[in-house]
């Protein structure tokens, strides 16, 4: 069965700190993966896309790095801010039409 | 360039009611799907639509149908509706339905079925 995991379920960090947050999936033959933002009560918002090709992808304060062969990712968050808060999914495809996603890592910068 | 919308926002049926629920897709963008977020979960795939053919679904039961219009629009229909309903719909667009293609989210819907 293709699951995806996050750990931990919840993370809180003082304001300034650099974070990392984790993603596992049980099958290395992925298409690719994506992590996304979600605020309390909304939708998602695509952070960065990783294709199966690629190592790593950066956005702004945002690196995530794929590793298909330990069946992870991680997402780096470098010097957090308060505005940082909120749930992150990671969602992997698996070479069909859905994405499976994550349970999220709910994600608390303390200012 | 327009995001994905949702209509509505918010809505509360009865149990063994129906609810239709409207997406539309990012401009540019033919593929459309749809995903129930419960309370604390990750969403899961309802199922997809392509040039208007259903061409993927997910562990939900016919009562959950779909449309997708020459427009690239989509609507979700669930006939008679159960408490474990209540939940956050999700519509998400890209621009073809290879995987390979990112995808964006709407707002969401949020149901709840009392």
């Known amino acids: 069965k293709q699951e995806v995991t996050q750990i931990p ?7 300034g700190e ?22 309390p009560g909304k939708g998602l918002t695509s952070l960065l896309l990783i294709q199966s090709s690629q190592r790593e992808q950066t956005s702004g304060r945002l690196n995530a790095s794929l590793d298909k062969s330990s069946g992870r990712s991680t997402l780096y968050i470098a010097a957090s801010q308060p505005g940082d808060s909120a749930t992150y999914l990671c969602a992997v495809s698996f070479g069909n039409e859905k994405l499976t996603f994550g349970t999220g890592t709910r994600l608390t910068i303390i200012p | 360039e327009t995001g994905v919308t949702q209509s509505p926002t918010h809505l509360i049926k009865t149990r063994g009611q129906q609810v239709t629920l409207r997406c539309s897709s990012q401009s540019g963008h033919n593929t459309v799907s749809w995903y129930q977020q419960a309370l ?32 690239y629009s989509s609507e979700l229909n669930v006939n008679a509706l159960e408490l474990d309903d ?9 621009r073809d339905s290879q995987t390979s293609y990112e995808q964006y989210f709407g707002p969401g819907t949020r149901l709840t079925v009392t």
């Open chain 2, 40 to 71: 604390g979960q990750g969403p899961q795939f309802i199922f997809q639509y392509y040039r208007e053919e259903e061409n993927g679904r997910g562990n939900f039961p016919p009562r959950f149908s779909g449309l997708q219009f020459p427009n």
């Open chain 2, 86 to 94: 209540s939940a956050l719909y999700l519509c998400a667009s890209r």
């Open chain 1, 9 to 15: 379920a919840a993370l809180s960090v003082p304001e």
């Open chain 1, 18 to 39: 650099n974070l990392v947050l984790n993603c596992s999936f049980t099958d290395s033959a992925i298409y690719n993966l994506q992590w996304f933002r979600q605020d």
